[in-house]
């Protein structure tokens, strides 16, 4: 059903071109308690994760999607080091830049050549971790 | 702290988070996944004939979202401020990190956060709080 994905990606991606939060700038601006604040994404948060829990709190009801297949939901409960280190260093990322996952996508659609050199360079993190995964004492990992 | 109330757009914020959350619950109730989008970005490096479509199909809808935009209204500003240097170490971080951590803005900030994971809510506080502070170091400290 890719194709319902594709549409859910259009939608989550206008909802973060809506917000102003897919400019960098204002995510910075959120960013910097100590200069002139910007609370916008502490808005966006509050309306995303309400909709959100709806939507688990349907999931939980259920053994399948509307369309039957499988509920993959998130299993691990653990709170480890590597959660920890992970969103720190996470977190230092987007204070340099202002730029996360989600928009750093819809930058790159955007156009800006800096949307695709950041975008280059989170996919490259990502394969580093990938070889740094393989590389330590396996263990299982699971979801968030 | 001060608000910088003449930038604050609870308005649009609001209405981005219930497109952001939206998006989220169709991927969760038609797809049967969480919609963190470093997860999905980083699966790509561990492919399955069954997983690529989808993961591909959200992407794209995300890269599409500001194309799609751009063509219906007017584009809000994107400022980047970040050199390219930086932007290629916040894009290393982000990407690393999050893959570490599990998680990122959506997965955790928005869906995690929806289901009251406290593993979500753990990596939320690390990640804001290294952004404040690394906004605070470079906007406060390095720069005087």
Same mark, same amino acid.
């Given at each position: 059903? *890719?194709?319902?994905a594709?549409?859910?990606?259009?939608?989550?991606?206008?909802?973060? =071109?809506?917000?102003g939060?897919?400019?960098? *700038?204002?995510v910075l601006?959120?960013?910097?308690?100590?200069?002139?604040?910007?609370?916008?994404?502490?808005? /966006?948060?509050?309306?995303?994760?309400?909709v959100? *829990?709806?939507?688990?709190? =349907?999931?939980n009801?259920?053994?399948?999607?509307?369309?039957?297949g499988p509920?993959?939901?998130?299993?691990?409960? +653990?709170?480890?080091?590597?959660?920890?280190?992970?969103?720190?260093?996470?977190?230092?990322?987007?204070?340099?830049?202002? =730029?996360?996952?989600?928009? *750093?996508?819809?930058?790159?659609?955007s156009?800006?050549?800096?949307?695709?050199?950041?975008?280059?360079a989170?996919?490259?993190?990502?394969?580093?971790y +990938?070889l740094?995964?393989?590389?330590?004492?396996?263990? +299982? /990992?699971?979801?968030? | 702290m001060?608000i910088?109330?003449?930038?604050f757009t609870?308005?649009s914020a609001?209405?981005?988070?219930?497109?952001?959350?939206?998006?989220?619950?169709?991927?969760?109730?038609?797809?049967? &996944?969480?919609a963190?989008?470093?997860?999905?970005?980083?699966?790509?490096? &561990?492919?399955s004939?069954a997983?690529?479509?989808w993961?591909?199909?959200?992407i794209?809808g995300?890269v599409l979202?500001?194309?799609?935009?751009a063509?219906?209204?007017?584009f809000?500003?994107?400022?980047?401020?970040?050199?390219?240097?930086?932007?290629?170490?916040?894009?290393?971080l982000?990407?690393?990190?999050? &893959?570490?951590?599990?998680g990122?803005?959506?997965g955790?900030?928005?869906?995690?956060?929806?289901?009251?994971?406290?593993?979500s809510?753990?990596?939320?506080?690390?990640?804001?709080?290294a952004?404040?502070?690394?906004?605070?170091?470079?906007r406060?400290?390095?720069?005087?």
């Amino acid at each position: 059903m *890719a194709v319902w994905a594709l549409a859910a990606g259009l939608i989550f991606g206008t909802g973060l =071109i809506v917000s102003g939060l897919a400019n960098p *700038a204002k995510v910075l601006a959120f960013l910097d308690l100590a200069g002139r604040w910007d609370p916008s994404l502490l808005v /966006l948060m509050g309306t995303g994760v309400v909709v959100s *829990a709806v939507g688990y709190a =349907i999931a939980n009801r259920r053994r399948a999607t509307f369309f039957g297949g499988p509920l993959s939901l998130p299993t691990s409960r +653990e709170i480890d080091g590597p959660l920890v280190l992970g969103a720190v260093t996470f977190g230092v990322g987007w204070g340099l830049v202002g =730029i996360c996952p989600g928009p *750093a996508l819809v930058v790159l659609g955007s156009g800006r050549p800096q949307g695709i050199a950041f975008v280059l360079a989170m996919v490259a993190g990502m394969g580093l971790y +990938e070889l740094y995964d393989r590389l330590r004492p396996h263990r +299982e /990992l699971a979801g968030v | 702290m001060t608000i910088d109330w003449a930038s604050f757009t609870p308005a649009s914020a609001a209405v981005g988070g219930l497109l952001v959350g939206l998006g989220s619950v169709m991927l969760l109730l038609l797809n049967g &996944r969480v919609a963190g989008v470093s997860g999905i970005v980083g699966g790509l490096f &561990r492919p399955s004939r069954a997983e690529l479509p989808w993961r591909i199909a959200f992407i794209a809808g995300l890269v599409l979202s500001p194309i799609l935009y751009a063509a219906v209204t007017r584009f809000p500003d994107i400022v980047i401020a970040a050199s390219y240097p930086t932007l290629i170490a916040g894009g290393l971080l982000v990407g690393f990190g999050t &893959r570490l951590g599990s998680g990122c803005t959506s997965g955790h900030g928005i869906c995690g956060v929806s289901r009251l994971s406290m593993r979500s809510i753990v990596a939320v506080l690390c990640f804001c709080l290294a952004g404040f502070a690394t906004v605070f170091v470079v906007r406060h400290v390095l720069a005087g």
